[in-house]
Structure formats: structure tokens, C-alpha cells
């Protein structure tokens, strides 16, 4: 028991002891205190000189906390440009501009200039379908020495009534050139629908001979359904002149002889092909006159405002089809 009461009394001295420091310390503290606000009261000079230790003490400090902080962005920045190059390691464009900004940081480290980033103008990789565009919808291409409009309800074997070759010969006592467009527009037909090897020339002669060229005219309205009879063809009168009804003649496979009048084709009548139509609704020519216009697409009520106002032998606009005898 004794030595019990003696070790309680060790502890109550210690306690004591450590209270009647920490007493004093906070004395010394709070004294210092009230004397170092008296002092920057009463003496700023002293003041100042024993201040100043701790506040260069602290500028140190914080200059090295900013120091600390500036190393860690350029750390984080360094950091973030390798992730940036190592990501897009396969993108050219990307990588140049993550080079770029590597090279703007380090101008920016070095002096206050001004930062341009330029993208890589190196032109990418071009995509192989890029390029790839619908095919015409039409075109004129050579076989066998002949020219073939594309893209109709047949393969049209194109003459044009001024070549050379038969421009100057005659059709009756006229030229084929300014007078041939009949045996020219109707030798397309049949040599495009049939297996006859025409062309302007030798339809000129046949349909001389068969009465159906008029002199100083051209042509007679007549040598439509004459040189359809005449080489296993059917020339039927449209009459019903409406875009529709011209639609479902070239939808069906036939081919539409239009005579035309004053207009986009003629200043007086001339014979054209219609012979195809598209999914918009336009109309693929054959004009004997002109192979620009043979590639262009028209509006068919363009065609039916510019026919001819003849009305004989059919005329102004006949379906052509394949005779089923024949």
C-alpha cells in the first residue's frame, strides 16, 4: 500500500510540473505578444528588425511552394503531351499538332511570343470512295466503228445527218446534211432495233425510192410508218400526246419519232428519237442534228409544247416497237 501511495504522488508531481511550464509558456507567449504590438506601435523600427527574419522566413517559403507548384504543372504538362502523342500515335494530323504544342511551350518558357499552332498540311490519306461518282446516265461510246448512246431503253446507234461522210451526198436531189433528218432519225431506229446495217446514206436511197422524200423539204410525214413496214417495225400514232403516255412507250422497251417544230431542236420541223426515260421522269433523245443534245435529259411536256402542228400520217408523235411477225 505504501508503495502505491508513493508512485501516485510521482505522477501528481509530474503533472504539476508540466502545467506550471506549459503556464508559463503561454505568460511568456501572451507577454511577447502584448510587447511585440507595442512595439509596432511604439518603436516600428524595432519592430521591423525583429519581424524581418520571419518574413523573409516566409517569402522563402512561399517563393519555394510556388517553385514546387510551377514544376509540378510543367511536370502534368509534359506528362499530358506524351499521353496526347502516345493515343494518336496512328493519327499524322494529330500528332504534328501534339508536336506543335510541344515546340509553343517551350517558346513560351523561353520569352513572351506569340503562339501560332499550325495543323500538318500534309493532305490525308484519300479515301478510295472519295472519288467514286455515280456513272452518267448517259453516254456515247465507240464499238465496232459505231457510236452507241447508253442508257435508254435500247443502245441507240447514233448518226449524225452532217458527218462528213454523208453529209455532201444527196438524198433525192438535196443534200443529206441540212435535208436528212428522216432517213437519218428513222436509220437510228432500225439499226439500233433490228439487225439491218444502215446508216443515213443507204436509208436516203431506200426511202428515195420508196416515194417518201420530198424535194427542197426533206422528208414526208409518211416515211415514219413506211420505213417501219419496211424493215419489221410498228409505227403507231400517239394520241394521247401526254408525258405519261410517252413514259409507258419508253418504259415498255419502244422507241418515240417525234416531228418537231419551232424550239430548242429546230427553227423549223425536224424528226428526233425519244428513247428512254429515267426514274425522275425526264426523256433521253436521239437528236440526228446534234450529239450534245443526245446527252442531255429533257422535261417530255417540253417536248409535247414544241412538236410540230402537222396532223397527217400520225404525225406529230408515233410509238415504235418491234412488229411481233417479224
Not at 284 to 312: T, Y
Request: glycine content about 10%; hydrophobic content about 40%.
Amino acid at each position: 500500500m505504501r508503495g502505491g501511495i508513493q508512485l501516485k504522488g510521482r505522477k501528481s508531481s509530474r503533472h504539476l510540473a508540466r502545467n506550471i511550464i506549459l503556464a508559463a509558456l503561454l505568460a511568456v507567449l501572451c507577454i511577447g505578444g502584448v510587447e511585440l504590438a507595442a512595439c509596432r506601435h511604439f518603436a516600428p523600427e524595432t519592430y521591423e528588425r525583429i519581424v524581418a527574419p520571419a518574413r523573409y522566413a516566409a517569402a522563402v517559403a512561399a517563393d519555394t511552394g510556388r517553385a514546387a507548384l510551377d514544376a509540378a504543372g510543367r511536370f502534368l504538362q509534359a506528362a499530358g503531351t506524351q499521353v496526347v502523342r502516345f493515343a494518336n500515335w496512328t493519327g499524322r494530323q494529330i500528332t504534328g499538332l501534339a508536336s506543335q504544342a510541344a515546340a509553343a511551350w517551350e517558346d513560351l518558357t523561353s520569352g513572351p511570343e506569340e503562339i501560332v499552332l499550325v495543323l500538318d498540311e500534309t493532305p490525308p490519306p484519300q479515301d478510295p470512295w472519295a472519288s467514286a461518282t455515280d456513272p452518267p446516265l448517259t453516254e456515247v461510246m465507240e464499238i465496232d466503228g459505231r457510236q452507241i448512246l447508253t442508257g435508254g431503253s435500247v443502245d441507240v446507234v447514233y448518226f449524225c445527218q452532217a458527218d462528213e461522210e454523208w453529209a455532201n451526198q444527196l438524198y433525192g436531189t438535196d443534200p443529206i446534211g441540212p435535208y436528212g433528218c428522216g432517213p437519218t432519225a428513222m436509220a437510228m431506229a432500225v439499226a439500233s432495233m433490228t439487225d439491218t446495217d444502215t446508216d443515213p446514206a443507204k436509208m436516203a436511197d431506200w426511202v428515195v425510192e420508196h416515194g417518201y422524200w420530198a424535194r427542197g423539204s426533206g422528208s414526208y410525214h409518211s416515211i415514219v410508218q413506211g420505213v417501219a413496214r419496211g424493215f419489221g417495225l410498228e409505227a403507231a400514232p400517239i394520241t394521247e400526246r401526254t408525258p405519261q403516255e410517252v413514259r409507258s412507250v419508253l418504259s415498255a422497251g419502244g422507241m418515240v419519232v417525234a416531228l418537231m417544230g419551232k424550239g430548242h431542236f429546230t427553227n423549223g420541223g425536224h424528226f428526233i428519237l425519244l428513247r428512254g426515260t429515267t426514274l425522275t421522269g425526264d426523256v433521253l433523245v436521239a437528236d440526228p442534228n446534234s450529239l450534245e443534245r443526245s446527252l442531255e435529259l429533257w422535261d417530255p411536256q417540253l417536248i409535247l409544247d414544241e412538236l410540230s402542228s402537222a396532223r397527217d400520217n400520225g404525225a406529230p408523235l408515233w410509238s415504235l416497237t418491234v412488229s411481233p411477225t417479224s
